[in-house]
């Protein structure tokens, strides 16, 4: 009887202990396991920076990059879209020239970035190089041009930079551009969505396997391209406008809206799209003031708008924020689940570009994601799903639906 006693409480003990593996434990081994892709950081600007070697990893400081290849293999991140970002400026031939050559500067440094240290990483143009990549151990960078602005209204610029490598376009930035109108512009809507160059631009986005990005356009804008697109759309960096109300955040009808489209969300870790900001401190109303005088950026130098950024850097150091949570971030995708499904949420930080969380200070915490989405019962598909699986099913459409247009015309 007693040898009967000790062989369950040893059964038992190797259940409990079983049973016991650690959340670290569990996170890590469904996380290694998944194809994780974060689809939006602005880090090439760093990588103009002749200081900042992204082969090396930096300890996390307020105003530092979030992002470099070892704290992506620390964090478990497979691939990455490195966003080659400009500013809206006054819509002139020479504004958008400037734009043009700032893109392709911010573009060719991801390649220089990636042919020095090729061993860590490569430039990513398709679906199979992401996978390819990761199978090797290295990280995939993908590249997307955020604003639409440096296209002018020269449709050729599409097809230019998808040959330059780049695989979305989010369509516009916190203006009004030549394609469609913004979800933040100062003085409100130009064109009540699409522009008449916008509703060129989409079918060629469509034709030549350009992800479209429905991040930052306005409401407008966002039922335009649903309405034009052939292939599932992204939304590179945005959150629930439901669980926070943010203009750059997607309403319940457009998240439905998406989903019908059969597109995906990628989540946000921008602290004003994931919780509604303290507005009472002293470092939201120097925000407030440099957010006003950025709206003027259009009219600004190129010296005058680098002095803006390196202030609004000097800002996260000298008045650091309260960041919300990663439980506050996941509460956005639980939103959104509810809403329509697990099919048609990813993630995209915004890293280097405002994005960061109390408990996700950069690429080396992504994890923590994973973490707080075991706790909330999410199964390890369903993980997999939202660290890459649905965003790289939309990808895998737009490429395909490109290759039978390609087909066709030949």
Not at 31 to 37: E, L, R, S, V, Y
Not at 76 to 88: E, K, M, N, R, V
Not at 193 to 218: A, C, Q, R, Y
Request: proline content about 2%; aromatic content about 8%.
């Amino acid at each position: 009887m007693k040898k009967v006693y000790l062989a369950g409480l040893v059964v038992t003990l190797i259940t409990v202990l079983s049973s016991c593996e650690s959340l670290d434990q569990k996170a890590a081994k469904i996380h290694n396991h998944a194809f994780t892709i974060d689809t939006h950081v602005d880090t090439p600007y760093h990588l103009l920076d002749k200081d900042f070697d992204i082969a090396v990893a930096h300890p996390f400081v307020e105003g530092g990059s979030r992002v470099d290849f070892p704290r992506m293999k620390e964090g478990g991140l497979d691939g990455i879209f490195f966003a080659a970002f400009t500013s809206q400026r006054e819509r002139t031939s020479e504004n958008i020239l400037v734009a043009r050559s700032k893109a392709d500067e911010l573009i060719d440094s991801i390649y220089a970035a990636c042919q020095k240290n090729n061993d860590l990483a490569e430039v990513a143009l398709s679906v199979e190089d992401g996978y390819r990549l990761e199978k090797e151990g290295k990280r995939a960078i993908f590249i997307g041009l955020e604003n639409g602005f440096p296209i002018g209204k020269d449709i050729l610029e599409v097809e230019r930079y998808f040959n330059k490598g780049v695989r979305y376009i989010t369509l516009c930035h916190t203006s009004n551009n030549d394609i469609c109108d913004s979800s933040t512009d100062k003085d409100g809507a130009e064109f009540n969505g699409l522009s008449s160059f916008g509703e060129e631009v989409v079918p060629k986005m469509n034709d030549l396997g350009i992800l479209i990005d429905v991040s930052h356009i306005s409401d407008s804008s966002f039922f335009d391209v649903l309405k034009l697109s052939e292939t599932p759309v992204i939304a590179s960096h945005s959150c629930a406008r439901a669980v926070c109300d943010n203009p750059r955040n997607l309403t319940d009808e457009m998240l439905v809206a998406l989903a019908e489209n059969g597109g995906v969300i990628q989540m946000c870790i921008l602290d004003d799209y994931v919780k509604a900001p303290d507005t009472t401190t002293v470092g939201y109303q120097k925000e407030l003031d440099l957010h006003a005088r950025y709206r003027n950026a259009s009219k600004m130098s190129k010296e005058e708008e680098d002095k803006l950024w390196d202030e609004w850097r000097q800002m996260q150091i000298d008045y650091p924020k309260d960041k919300p949570t990663v439980a506050d971030a996941v509460d956005h995708i639980d939103h959104i689940v509810k809403l329509i499904g697990i099919d048609h949420i990813g993630i995209g930080t915004d890293f280097d570009g405002g994005g960061g969380l109390k408990d996700c200070v950069d690429a080396s915490q992504m994890m923590n994601i994973t973490k707080e989405l075991l706790k909330r019962k999410y199964s390890e598909e369903e993980i997999a799903k939202i660290w890459g699986g649905n965003f790289m099913r939309v990808f895998t459409e737009v490429e395909e639906y490109a290759k039978n247009q390609k087909m066709a015309l030949n």
